[in-house]
């Protein structure tokens, strides 16, 4: 007797999905993509404006902006567990448990500014020198030095008004909303614009300020979007329930406390350290001198508005597969998370594509040396080349996050950064004379172990997991 066989899913029905599918994951995802492409355009313009003034004045800020990546980085990660559970409540129609979610994260942020006061007033100076060398000792060093330490301490003015955004923003991403953080960014990133027109060159009668101005306009920009977040989001309760009374009382239960500083301590330390990981990066190819830093500065600066196609798809995968896990559909949430996955690395590949067309002609409208643009431009070239591995990467990320498996994340992320990436550059770097450009290479293709680990990861489903049910 022939034994029957059981019907095996095709390789493309796992991997795509149908038109409401992708429907629904674009009315998600479109909106965070606009709104995080129009701050980095506006990013890539600022940087642009300041690069106007001068190499080491684009150089200093470039340095403070990576030092105060890592303080942005721990507000992601220590409101992301938060989030993970304020998916799985609205996924279960629970305000009241969005609600304490939310102001977990208040007490979170109010930490973490306190401690990026704390270590950029009192260590800034120092921080900064360990990205400055100069052979040649032609002064290069000490103007740089100016800038960025004046650039950083202005920009920490705009640490509050930063995380109370995210505190909001996130919290309405994770209910559904992606419509009005985008338009409050928009909003953002326009005044950032005008104001660094007017005060970085003193233009209709304004003083010329330029590297503070810079640092003024995002300040005052992060107050602009704020203010637009917390009005609108206050004045449309109804439309925003968990909203309702939230600071009637700052309580959050203690088990639920204890939960999410469980499930999200590991994201915080993992953001910190990733974020701490990248930073040493940057000072090991900086090692190769000032030019490499002006070239990593507008490399990473373009490859940022790049980037926002397939980081963006991690937020989504986040949202959906979060909210899908808090229904207890298991196989559902499988499902979404692989097709999420295919429509990632498709995204990154259009993206790879257009970005490498583009890399030899934005570098050429910044005012600086022949030598860093053709880095810049070789940066930008290994970067889109290895794109679709980022792009996996982070969609593998999400999905693990989304069933509160932190502790697998961040030996994933932070975990794979300081026993890889970071001992491999430092080895490269210091006991090699490749050029930094093969480095840089070397360094973003090791993420192939990385996917692996995600693929095997995913593949095992240890991410399924409903945690509020």
């Not at 509050?160 to 338009?183: D, H, I």
């Not at 953002?188 to 970085?200: D, E, G, P, S, T």
């Not at 990320?397 to 994933?412: A, D, E, I, P, Q």
């Not at 996917?451 to 095992?460: E, N, P, R, S």
Request: aromatic share 10%; net charge positive; proline share 3%.
């Amino acid at each position: 007797m022939q034994r029957k066989q059981l019907p095996r899913r095709s390789i493309r029905s796992v991997l795509i999905g149908d038109r409401a599918f992708y429907a629904m994951v674009l009315a998600i995802v479109v909106p965070i993509i606009v709104q995080n492409a129009i701050t980095n355009f506006v990013n890539l313009l600022d940087n642009i404006m300041v690069g106007q003034v001068g190499t080491e004045q684009m150089s200093g800020v470039s340095i403070a902006n990576q030092l105060l990546f890592v303080f942005n980085l721990c507000v992601f990660g220590g409101i992301s567990g938060a989030g993970i559970f304020s998916a799985q409540f609205q996924g279960a129609n629970n305000q009241e448990g969005v609600r304490h979610c939310f102001r977990y994260k208040l007490y979170v942020c109010a930490i973490l500014i306190a401690g990026a006061l704390a270590v950029f007033l009192l260590g800034g100076k120092g921080l900064i020198m360990r990205y400055l060398h100069d052979e040649a000792n032609t002064g290069r060093v000490e103007v740089t030095l100016e800038h960025g330490l004046n650039y950083l301490h202005i920009m920490l003015l705009g640490t509050l008004p930063f995380a109370l955004t995210q505190v909001y923003a996130g919290t309405l991403r994770e209910t559904g909303e992606t419509k009005l953080p985008m338009f409050a960014g928009i909003a953002a990133v326009f005044v950032n614009l005008a104001f660094n027109w007017l005060l970085i060159f003193g233009h209709l009668g304004f003083p010329r300020m330029g590297v503070a101005g810079a640092a003024i306009a995002t300040v005052i920009s992060r107050y602009v979007e704020l203010v637009i977040v917390m009005i609108y989001t206050h004045k449309n309760a109804g439309r925003y329930p968990f909203v309702k009374g939230v600071y009637a009382s700052l309580r959050v239960p203690g088990q639920l406390a204890r939960d999410i500083t469980i499930k999200g301590l590991p994201l915080l330390v993992n953001e910190g350290l990733w974020s701490m990981g990248m930073a040493v990066l940057s000072q090991c190819y900086s090692v190769r001198g000032l030019d490499v830093v002006a070239a990593m500065n507008i490399s990473s600066t373009i490859s940022n508005l790049f980037a926002v196609t397939f980081l963006s798809m991690g937020s989504a995968t986040a949202i959906i597969v979060g909210q899908t896990l808090g229904s207890n559909d298991m196989e559902g949430a499988k499902a979404q998370a692989w097709k999420l996955m295919a429509f990632s690395i498709f995204v990154s590949v259009i993206t790879l594509t257009v970005m490498n067309l583009v890399a030899p002609l934005i570098p050429r409208v910044y005012r600086t040396t022949e030598e860093v643009r053709a880095l810049a431009t070789s940066f930008l070239r290994v970067y889109a080349l290895c794109m679709p591995l980022f792009s996996f990467c982070n969609c593998a990320y999400f999905t693990l996050r989304s069933g509160g498996k932190t502790l697998v994340t961040f030996l994933f992320d932070s975990g794979y950064t300081w026993v890889i990436a970071v001992p491999l550059a430092w080895c490269l770097v210091h006991l090699t004379a490749l050029p930094v450009v093969t480095v840089y290479l070397l360094v973003q293709l090791a993420d192939f172990i990385k996917c692996v680990f995600g693929f095997m990861l995913m593949k095992k489903g240890v991410w399924l997991n409903n945690m509020v049910g």
